[in-house]
């Protein structure tokens, strides 16, 4: 039985070379073309980076083959006119030493896991501590901190990427060597699609995602507090203070965590909830009312009322992270030359929940030997 097919709860260095300016214009007809790629940095070790870039159905996306990074991801407005909608580095310098994950392919487990320890099988486990005394995003050098192997394909009217990465036994103190391929796919209508698969060689856990920092009205244009947001969940996993999950499934209803109905990020986002006070915002999984599901469905909206540009997520999985940029500081300098400060952008991170391998009553996030691990993200963006 494949890891996303499970039963859950109804209702629940230094571098070197330079980079591409990204600046906007008028949206292109729908028609992809084998994607392209050219040399975007080197690592300390020489080895290279290369952006590749793909179009179609008015989309344009670029991709790092460092961390399966999206760099850049360019959508038209109301009008037509094309903006980056992904905060991002044009250097390949600052996505080593510097990036709050921007853009990033995250594994081997997304998001955190408390202490960095787990039991499975009966043997008890370390892996990489980053965040306090907690794991965050597979540790030290995650997926996203790695170059992966790409490989373009045009099939049909859609135009795409397949990255490879094997992550070996012990990599990050994680069991098995995992065998991972992500294909990020553009289609004639211009939706983006991401394709998650993995199988192992020993029992492990697994939860991957992608960490696109979102602002609608374009990067560095400003706060994402006007955005308006929905998401199809009436309960989320509060926290303690190490931002771990208690395992309660709290309900959304008279909290500022409700987004059942669409409203603007901002409105309720310094209410003082205890839950907000320990995250400086929100940084919570959401219990998607779906559950886990045989195909994606809807589950997130989010609209920017000035450029009409919207954002429709939907997926197979059971969670939802939003995080409300919380933590930029304003110093990180971006694509287009602004730096970006807290609530510049925005997450909407698909996954199992956080800390599932010590919380028995979530979802499971184990894959053994023999079962494949797939998932599937689609975002859908309209004007």
């Known amino acids: ?24 214009g008028t949206a292109e007809a729908a028609g992809g073309k084998t994607p392209s790629k050219k040399l975007f940095g080197k690592l300390a070790d020489g080895t290279k980076v290369y952006i590749w870039s793909l179009a179609n159905g008015g989309t344009k996306l670029k991709v790092l083959s460092w961390g ?36 990033a392919l995250i594994g081997r487990y997304g998001n955190r896991i408390g202490k960095g320890q787990f039991t499975l099988d009966g043997k008890s486990y370390q892996v990489s501590v980053n965040d306090g005394v907690n794991s965050l995003h597979g540790g030290t050098q995650g997926f996203d ?50 394709d998650y698969e993995a199988t192992t060689d020993k029992a492990t856990v697994v939860n991957l995602t992608s960490h696109v920092y979102w602002n609608l009205a374009g990067e560095g244009s400003g706060t994402i507090e006007d955005h308006e947001l ?38 309720d986002i310094r209410a003082g909830h205890v839950q907000q006070i320990q995250a400086k915002g929100f940084d919570h999984n959401w219990v998607l009312d779906k559950g886990i599901t045989a195909k994606p469905e809807h589950v997130a909206t989010l609209r920017e009322p000035r450029s009409g540009r919207t954002l429709k997520i939907a997926t197979d999985q059971p969670g939802l992270q939003f995080y409300s940029g919380n933590f930029l500081d304003g110093t990180l300098t971006g694509t287009g030359g602004s730096v970006y400060r807290q609530g510049d952008a925005l997450c909407l991170e698909t996954q199992h929940f956080p800390d599932s391998p010590n919380q028995p009553s979530f979802p499971t996030t ?4 023999g079962q494949t691990y797939r998932t599937r993200t689609v975002h859908t963006f309209g004007s």
Do not use: C
């Open 1 to 24: 039985m494949e890891l996303n097919r499970r039963t859950v709860i109804a209702g629940a260095a230094a571098a070197g070379l330079a980079a591409t300016t990204l600046g906007t």
């Open 68 to 103: 399966g990074v999206v760099q850049s991801l360019e959508i038209p407005d109301r009008h037509g006119h094309l903006a980056n909608v992904s905060l991002g580095f044009d250097n390949i310098e600052d996505y080593v030493a510097k990036t709050p994950y921007f853009g």
């Open 145 to 194: 901190k790695h170059v992966w192997d790409v490989e373009p394909f045009t099939k049909g009217s859609d135009v795409g990427l397949h990255l490879h990465y094997t992550s070996i036994d012990g990599e990050m103190g994680y069991p098995g060597t995992l065998k991972v391929k992500v294909t990020y796919t553009l289609d004639k209508h211009g939706s983006w699609t991401i």
């Open 230 to 267: 929905q998401i199809a969940a009436a309960r989320y996993t509060p926290t303690d203070t190490g931002l771990i999950p208690t395992g309660e499934l709290a309900k959304v209803s008279g909290t500022p965590f409700d987004f059942r109905k669409s409203k603007a990020v901002g409105r």
């Open 366 to 369: 184990t894959l053994r030997p």
